[in-house]
């Protein structure tokens, strides 16, 4: 167990909705990552939050956008949502932003759209 | 831009014996590089990290890896394998300066025959 949950676990909705994917990084971690893994594209980063403020930036589509809180819980919101976003998505934190941390992976969220 | 290639899909071995996945990069600056595992269903989790100093890093579950400055490669080995070492296997950099992202490979899928 990594300390960093997601909720939810599974998700399925239709073309053209609207999710929320929720994220509690490690006790005392500041930083948290968001990822998109699908078996066409692979690990994709999205975006990265540290204490509260983003960044940086991936791969992230205009139809979706993150946050980071006051208590350093994370949220990403999908929408207009399309077949081809069907995929798992990860969260992850470090304790800083710095590049030499590792980052510690959630379970993961498995998005299906329908 | 930085990038990670995994040249293998797959890599087959019999357990106990050595295994070897590979990994190279290209960054512009000094790179960080990190190998995670993936179990089924689960998030990745942290193997090892090379950030500066010994070019032979020491991880977790008996796994090391090599950094090769001059051939910009990260192989991941171990000397003896086993079968609960059949995962899926990913490469990661970032780079020294400046840019925050983590770039993945595609990933390396061990199998480990008994």
């Known amino acids: 167990d990594s300390g960093v949950t997601q909720t939810p676990k599974h998700l399925i909705t239709a073309t053209g909705q609207r999710v929320t994917l929720r994220c509690s990084p490690r006790s005392g971690d500041l930083s948290v990552y968001w990822y998109q893994q699908s078996l066409d594209q692979g690990l994709q980063f999205l975006i990265q939050?540290?204490?509260?403020?983003?960044?940086a930036k991936g791969n992230i589509l205009e139809r979706f956008s993150a946050q980071q809180f006051p208590d350093l819980h994370s949220e990403l919101n999908l929408s207009s949502l399309e077949l081809g976003d069907s995929a798992l998505y990860f969260c992850?934190?470090?304790?800083?932003?710095?590049?030499?941390?590792?980052?510690?992976f959630g379970p993961g969220t498995r998005l299906t759209v329908t | 831009a930085q990038s990670v290639a995994q040249p293998e899909d797959q890599v087959n071995v019999a357990e106990g014996n050595p295994l070897t996945v590979k990994c190279t990069y290209s960054?512009?600056?000094?790179?960080?590089l990190f190998w995670y595992v993936q179990y089924p269903n689960r998030g990745l989790q942290f193997l090892l990290k090379y950030i500066t100093g010994d070019n032979l890093v020491k991880g977790s579950y008996g796994f090391e890896a090599e950094f090769n400055k001059s051939q910009t490669s990260f192989h991941l080995k171990k000397p003896s394998a086993l079968v609960s070492d059949s995962a899926l296997y990913f490469c990661a950099v970032r780079e020294g300066k400046g840019g925050f992202k983590t770039i993945f490979g595609a990933g390396t899928r061990l199998f480990v025959k008994a």
């Open positions: 992850a934190s470090s304790t800083t932003s710095g590049n030499t941390y590792e980052q510690y």
């Open positions: 939050y540290y204490n509260g403020e983003e960044r």
């Open positions: 960054v512009s600056g000094n790179p960080y």
